[in-house]
């Protein structure tokens, strides 16, 4: 979305490239003394530390970034392909940072008072506002430059980890790139071929970048770069103030896309999902708030489970498609991304890095996102769980916290969905962190079977019908209530005792009082069933309150509901909202009630068989060991 958007111009670049190109090719920088000697102790890998301080001692160092990228093929004297384009692109983000801090100096007065300042030294207030936005404007071109360096290198492969952010000097936007460029020559010169030098690079980029947002609460006069929005259209660089990601190029979905159409049966899970796809597209980027959010009903996280092939995959694939189509008609950004079993590492700690940097994708707010864990079984452990591996681990945690951590802020303008053939396996707290439970079970009735082999088999044949409504069994509304209705009552055996038990002694919930002492007696059954799983409940009969079908002809043209104002969707959405009824509340209550009842038989029933599968090795084993004694085999 364009609100606010500033372009920076050509013309603008043009006039800092001798500057940049200076940066590049030598200069001279003033550091701080080191304490280790740059030689290595002999027969080791350690170097000497002096034991006198050195603090207060400052050294000057020569930088030849050219040099040092020569220097990586030392038998080719000139550039690789490879090279030649980390120099281009660090130029110009130098460059490219310059004219970002001379638009900041616009924007903050700073050019002003740079001009008074050249013909007589300011005192006082003034003083200190110029050196504090001379401070700022410094701390604007580093965060730039890092952020081009960032969005416009790319690297393949496992990233680096030894290597280290660099010693910033914010004194002028000059010494700040001085000191980013020192940096990335120390980064670059331990590299040993063309793909570690990238890899390099964009590990550097982003230990510069997290440096720098550690340090931003110590500058003052930032607020007027926090809502700017830049952008760089022969580059395509984007700059939306200081997101941690800032506007990451977004590549092109490649995916098949399935329509509601093709998918027979999951009629709640696919309702849902429907429903969800319109709920995103109702996010106000000037806000950044979605009205569903405020309104409630929103879905944050979510979990699907099911048998292996009763349609996981293309609930996925239907769902972005809708999403990515929404976003086509109104201009938003789409990011869809899946955390894999491939992104976890066996280098300590990678995975949780790999793990954040997906949800920081899907989560960047400049975006609509939709981010899925499939098989998250295999990918996120128990925490129980001894065998499984440290990434693994880390994987589950980065998850909890993301998803219901103290710092997790929900915006509306992204969804994340988890999906398992075993969801017994995935650890409570973690399967509790969704807050909505979609039974993917596939076709279940004669009429789901009929439709799904007509819709499978083409038009290649002459075989008849039959008598059949075709796709009748599918039509969505009919299909839900239906669904729906069958959760009045429960349909795992623990919870239906809870449930006959409750309804001998007091009848149907007629109070809150009743809803109380129904969602007690589960507990008492069920000791996962926690207040998390109250709110949980509470959350999805809120989104049943907001069960309204946004009308498909707001989606057409992006002015007749995605590009209004956030108070003109708020207004439009709850002329839609209708209150909730006890009916509801069973139903919702069973429905999730019933899943976590359904995953702990699942968990008892495995555990069940391999304590069999284990009696009866043992039994294997005492007779085996008994035909060897009489063998007088088992001496020998």
């Not at 950004?333 to 995975?351: R, W």
């Not at 129980?384 to 591996?389: E, K, P, Y």
Request: contains cysteine.
């Amino acid at each position: 979305m364009d609100t606010a958007l500033t372009t920076l111009h050509e013309e603008d670049i043009a006039k800092h490239i001798a500057t940049a190109q200076s940066l590049v090719t030598r200069f001279v920088l003033l550091e701080a003394a080191s304490r280790d000697s740059k030689t290595e102790i002999a027969g080791t890998r350690r170097r000497f530390v002096a034991t006198v301080s050195t603090a207060g001692q400052r050294s000057t160092r020569e930088v030849e970034f050219t040099k040092t990228l020569g220097g990586i093929s030392s038998d080719d004297t000139m550039l690789s392909p490879a090279q030649h384009n980390v120099l281009f692109k660090t130029r110009r983000a130098l460059a490219v940072s310059l004219a970002v801090s001379d638009l900041f100096a616009k924007q903050t007065g700073l050019d002003s008072l740079h001009r008074r300042n050249a013909s007589s030294v300011l005192e006082g207030a003034e003083a200190d506002q110029y050196r504090n936005l001379l401070e700022a404007s410094a701390y604007v071109s580093a965060f730039s430059a890092a952020a081009y360096v960032k969005q416009l290198i790319e690297a393949d492969g496992e990233p680096v980890g030894d290597v280290e952010p660099p010693s910033f000097n914010f004194a002028t936007p000059q010494d700040a790139l001085k000191t980013f460029v020192a940096g990335l020559d120390a980064a670059c010169s331990d590299a040993t071929d063309d793909g570690s030098l990238a890899q390099r690079v964009r590990a550097y980029a982003d230990e510069a970048l997290e440096d720098l947002l550690s340090r931003k609460s110590r500058f003052s006069g930032l607020g007027a770069f926090e809502q700017t929005h830049l952008r760089l259209d022969h580059d395509g660089f984007e700059l939306n103030g200081f997101d941690v990601a800032p506007g990451t190029k977004s590549k092109p979905l490649v995916m098949t896309f399935k329509q509601p159409n093709e998918i027979i049966g999951n009629h709640i899970a696919k309702y849902q999902a429907m429903k969800l796809s319109k709920m995103l597209m109702a996010y106000d980027f000037d806000r950044q708030l979605n009205p569903f959010v405020e309104l409630g009903g929103f879905l944050f996280t979510f979990i699907g489970d099911g048998a292996p092939g009763t349609g996981k995959t293309i609930l996925i694939q239907m769902m972005a498609g809708i999403i990515n189509e929404y976003c086509q008609v109104a201009g938003y950004g789409f990011t869809y991304e899946n955390f894999g079993v491939d992104q976890i590492s066996s280098y300590q700690g990678k995975s949780g890095q790999n793990c954040k940097q997906f949800i920081n994708n899907v989560i960047n707010p400049r975006t609509i996102g939709f981010g899925t864990v499939d098989d998250i079984d295999q990918i996120a452990a128990k925490r129980s769980d001894d065998r499984a591996s440290a990434g693994q681990q880390e994987v589950t945690a980065v998850l909890m916290e993301s998803f219901a951590g103290a710092t997790t802020v929900v915006r509306g303008n992204c969804s994340f969905g988890m999906f398992s053939n075993y969801p017994e396996n995935v650890d409570d707290a973690l399967r509790q962190r969704a807050g909505a439970r979609w039974l993917v079970d596939g076709p279940q009735t004669r009429d789901d079977y009929i439709d799904i082999f007509v819709l499978l088999a083409g038009k290649n044949h002459k075989i008849p019908l039959g008598k059949h409504d075709l796709f009748e069994a599918q039509v969505i509304q009919q299909a839900v209530s239906e669904a729906y209705d069958a959760h009045s009552k429960p349909k795992e055996e623990g919870l239906i005792a809870v449930y006959e038990r409750f309804m001998d002694q007091n009848g149907k919930l007629k109070t809150m009082s009743d809803i109380g002492d129904y969602l007690h007696r589960i507990k008492l059954a069920e000791p996962r069933f926690t207040g998390r799983a109250i709110k949980n409940i509470t959350d999805a009969i809120k989104l049943r309150a907001m069960d309204i079908e946004l009308p498909d002809d707001w989606f057409e043209k992006p002015e007749n509901f995605m590009h209004k104002s956030y108070d003109d969707k708020k207004a439009m959405i709850e002329e839609l909202r209708g209150p909730f009824t006890i009916e509801m509340v069973m139903q919702e209550i069973n429905r999730y009630a019933d899943s976590e009842f359904r995953y702990s038989d699942k968990a008892d029933d495995a555990a069940v068989s391999e304590l069999i599968r284990r009696q009866r090795q043992q039994e294997k084993a005492v007779k085996r060991i008994g035909e060897m004694k009489e063998d007088g085999h088992w001496d020998v």
